[in-house]
């Protein structure tokens, strides 16, 4: 709204709304109330102690300022980045749909490189949603038609021809909740950026592994982000992690399954190599 690119003509303070606690479930999983604060849930023990993928990629977002005020649902719903977006002067397909794309030729350094359209090479710049994305997480949502759930991984969506729509949200829904189902994996979250603190991802990738008696990969699970214009689910890599060696060889080659689809554009084809290396570091880290 400061920047001109959204000038709604009604807002709705939510704040007054009771979704501020995060509660344990009956299965052992976590409720997250929308309204909860990106540091209060960072900070939050069972958070801490069960899923340290979602504390680190809060840690990594933004500043000790910002994440006092972010919450769990507008950390999600943030908007891309991109700079012509983010300039009302320039045109934007997501901002004025049919007025083009100028990043595709013009600054694109830090944008896509799977799963984007001619129209919109955009990508999702939310350190946490990475992570929920990683953990199965599921958005409860309400509106005029009553409540539905959303698998985050399903929340927000490629651009195709229609990249002013972020997500599978419709006019009128509210999220309320975010449910995390128990985690018996160890996690981590590891993000590469230009600067040590306060700057968006140029890449990051959050995993889950757990290893068999063998040593060998019982279960993984893999997402990244900054490459796409939604939190990037890495299924073609888990598949790979499946049953294999836990190798940095194996995990390399893991990402090589998944990034086969990449298709880099002028100046961000050094994203693949980060994504490769940042995913056998994590998950060397987990084994
Ligand atoms: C300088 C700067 C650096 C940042 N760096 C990072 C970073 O490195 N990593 C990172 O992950 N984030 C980063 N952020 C994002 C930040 O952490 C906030 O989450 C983000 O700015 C959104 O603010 P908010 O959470 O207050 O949501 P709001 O601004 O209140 O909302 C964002 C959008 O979501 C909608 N919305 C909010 N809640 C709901 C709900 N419950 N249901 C439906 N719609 C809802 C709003 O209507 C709005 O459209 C950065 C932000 C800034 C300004
Ligand atoms: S990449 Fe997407 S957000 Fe950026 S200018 Fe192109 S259409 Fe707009």
Not at 28 to 40: K, P
Not at 78 to 103: E, H, I, L, W
Not at 195 to 204: L, Q
Request: hydrophobic share 40%.
């Amino acid at each position: 709204m400061k920047l001109g690119v959204a000038a709604p003509e009604t807002l709705v303070d939510i704040n007054h709304l009771p979704l501020h606690d995060v509660v344990r479930r009956p299965d052992g999983g976590l409720r997250i109330g929308a309204g909860v604060r990106n540091s209060e849930l960072a900070a939050h023990p069972v958070v801490r102690r069960h899923y340290p993928v979602l504390s680190q990629a809060l840690l990594a977002g933004a500043s000790g300022q910002l994440r006092n005020m972010a919450t769990t649902g507008g950390n999600l719903l943030q908007r891309t980045r991109c700079r012509y977006f983010m300039d009302a002067t320039k045109p934007c397909n997501k901002r004025v749909p049919g007025s083009g794309c100028p990043a595709r030729d013009g600054d694109h350094r830090n944008l896509a490189v799977l799963g984007a359209s001619d129209a919109c090479v955009a990508t999702h710049p939310s350190d946490m949603a990475v992570a929920l994305v990683a953990l199965d997480a599921v958005a409860r949502v309400t509106g005029p038609d009553g409540e539905r759930t959303i698998p985050i991984e399903v929340l927000h969506r490629l651009p195709g021809d229609q990249p002013h729509r972020d997500t599978v949200l419709e006019p009128g829904e509210l999220i309320t909740a975010v449910d995390l189902p128990p985690l018996g994996l160890p996690s981590a979250y590891r993000k590469a950026r230009d600067r040590a603190s306060y700057a968006f991802a140029v890449g990051s990738v959050a995993a889950c592994l757990r290893l068999d008696d063998q040593g060998r990969v019982d279960d993984a699970r893999l997402a990244f982000g900054a490459v796409a214009h939604k939190p990037w689910r890495a299924r073609a890599a888990e598949e790979a992690l499946r049953g294999g060696p836990a190798t940095r060889e194996a995990f390399l080659a893991a990402a090589d399954a998944e990034l086969a689809a990449a298709e880099p554009l002028r100046d961000n084809a050094f994203k693949v190599p980060l994504i490769r290396n940042l995913v056998a570091t994590t998950l060397e880290e987990l084994r």
